[in-house]
C-alpha cells in the first residue's frame, strides 16, 4: 500500500519534471501532457514490452491518472513551479533511484538473470526521460555529461550484488543511498563525468 | 468487407502524405518509402506490441502492401500530387477519426478499460506521424500547436462515453462527425490551440 | 557454434562502429556505450518484440556483453581505431548483411510469411543504427543517399526467392554475395542513390 503510493508520486513527480523540461520550446497543453506523460511511464512501458509481460498502466490505470493528472497540473501551474525546480530535480533523482532499484527488485523476483535486472531496471529509470528528449528533438541524457544514469546504474548494480549476503530490505535501503547519494551530490556540486571518460566535441 | 477495403484506402492516403510530409528534405526513394510506410502503419504497429496482441501487418500483409504501394505511386507522382495536397489534408484528417474510432473500438470488444481504449484509439491514430517526424528530424504534431491530435482525443472520449447510451454505429458516428468535423474546421479556418493552453518559446 | 562466434563478431563489430559514429559529438562513457549497444543489438530487440518472441540477449546475455564489451573498448581506444574505420566500414556491411539474412532465415523457420520474412531481416540489419541515430539527433540513414539498406533489402530478397529453387546454403550464399557486393562496391566507389530516384532538400 505504502508502495503504491510512493509508486504513484514518482510518476507524478517525473511527469512534473518531465512538461518543466519542454515548456521553454513552446508547446501546447496536449504536446506537453503527452510528453509529461511518456517522461512519467516511457521507461516502464519499454521494460514491459520487451519483457513480454503486461504493460502496468494497462492493467491498472491509477499509473496513468497519476501522470496525466500531474502533468495537467504542471502545465497550468507552471509558473509557480519554477521556484521549485532545484527542489524537483531532488525529487526526481530520488524518484529515478527508486523506479530503478524496485524495477531490478521486481525482475528478480520474476527469475530474470540479473544482469538483465540491473540493465532493465537503468532503462525503467531513464527511458521516459530519453523518449521525452528524443519526440521534442533536444538532446537526452545520453548526449549530455550530466551524472544522471550513472547514479541509477551504480544503485542497481548494487542492489543485485549485496542481494547474495544482506536480506532484500538492507540491500535496497544501500542501493538508495549510494544511487541517491551520488545523484544528490552531482546536482549540489554540479558534478559532470571526468574529462578522460567522455569525448570531445569536434569542430567539422 | 467495406471496412477491410476503407482501411486499407486510409492507410494509403497516411503513406502518401507520409511520403509528401519529407519529400522536401532530400530523400531517397528508400528512405521516403520507409518514412511513408512508417506514418501509415507505425501507429497500429506501437499499440498491437504494447497490448501484446500479434501485430495486423504481420497477421495480414495486405495492410503492408497498400502502404508499400501507395509510398512508392507518391514517390514517383509527388509533382502531380503537390496539387491536391490541401485535399489529401482532409482526406488524411477522415483517416485519422477513422483509425483512432475504430481502434478505440476493436480494444473495448477485447475487454479492455475504457481510458486504455481512448488512449490506444490516439496512439494508433498520431503515432505513425509522430514516429515519422522523430525519425526525419523534423519537429512533431508534439512541438506544435496544430489542432490535429485534440480532434481525435475528443472523438474517442465521445465514442467510448456515448457508447454506453447509443449503438455501435450511432455512436460511432457522432464521434467521426465530431473529430473529423473540429479537424476539418482546423484546417479549413488555420485554427490554432489558445494561447492560454500553450507556452511560448523562449529565447534563450 | 561456429554461427554463435560469428553473430557474436558481428554485434561486436555493430557496437564498435556505433561508438565511433558518436564520438565526434562529444559524449560521455555512459552515453557512448548506450549508444553503442543499441547500434549492436537494437534491430533484433525490436524484431523480436514485433513479433512477441523472448528477445535473444535476454534469453542469452553473452550477446549483450558482446555489445557492451566491444562498446567499451572501442571508446577507451577510439584513437587507434581511427585508422581502420575504413578497414570497419567492410566488416560492418558483412555483419549487416549477415545480421539481414539470418533473420530472414530465422523467421521462414518460425513459418512467417516470406515479405514478413523479408521486413524483419531489413529491420534487423538497419534498425539498430536507426535508433542510435534518432537518438543521438544525428540525421539517420533514412534521410541520406548512401546505399546501405538497399543492399541487405536485395540480399533479404534474394535469398527468400531463391530458396525456392536451391538449398539453404547456396541461396544464403548467393543472398550474401549480392548484398556484401553491393555494399563494398558502395564504400569503395562511394556510390549513391541515383538522382532520379532522390528528392533534392528545397531551400524553404
Known amino acids: 500500500m505504502t508502495l ?36 512519467a511511464i516511457g521507461g516502464g512501458t519499454i521494460r514491459d514490452t520487451l519483457l513480454g509481460i503486461p504493460i502496468y498502466w494497462v492493467r491498472d490505470f491509477t499509473y496513468a491518472w ?52 540491473v540493465l532493465m531496471g537503468l532503462l525503467t529509470s531513464i527511458g521516459g526521460g530519453i523518449m521525452r528528449d528524443t519526440l521534442a528533438g533536444r538532446p537526452s541524457l545520453l548526449m549530455s555529461r550530466e551524472l544522471y544514469a550513472t547514479p541509477i546504474l551504480l544503485g542497481c548494480t548494487v542492489y543485485v550484488v549485496t542481494g547474495h549476503f544482506m536480506n532484500n530490505f538492507l540491500s535496497g535501503l544501500l542501493a538508495m543511498t549510494c544511487a541517491f547519494g551520488l545523484r544528490a551530490t552531482a546536482i549540489y556540486r554540479h558534478l559532470e563525468m571526468p574529462v578522460w571518460l567522455s569525448t570531445q566535441a569536434e569542430s567539422e
Do not use: M
Request: charged content about 10%; glycine content about 10%; proline content about 1%.
Open 4 to 39: 503504491y503510493l510512493v509508486e504513484n508520486l514518482g510518476i507524478a513527480v517525473f511527469a512534473i519534471t518531465g512538461v518543466l523540461a519542454v515548456r521553454q520550446q513552446g508547446v501546447d497543453v496536449f504536446g506537453a501532457v503527452v510528453l509529461g506523460v511518456v517522461t
Open 66 to 117: 497519476s501522470a496525466i493528472g500531474a502533468a495537467l497540473l504542471a502545465f497550468f501551474l507552471v509558473k509557480r513551479l519554477q521556484h521549485t525546480y532545484q527542489w524537483l530535480l531532488y525529487l526526481d533523482g530520488l524518484g529515478a533511484a527508486l523506479f530503478g532499484i524496485t524495477a531490478a527488485e521486481k525482475l528478480l523476483s520474476l527469475h530474470f538473470s540479473e544482469p538483465v535486472a
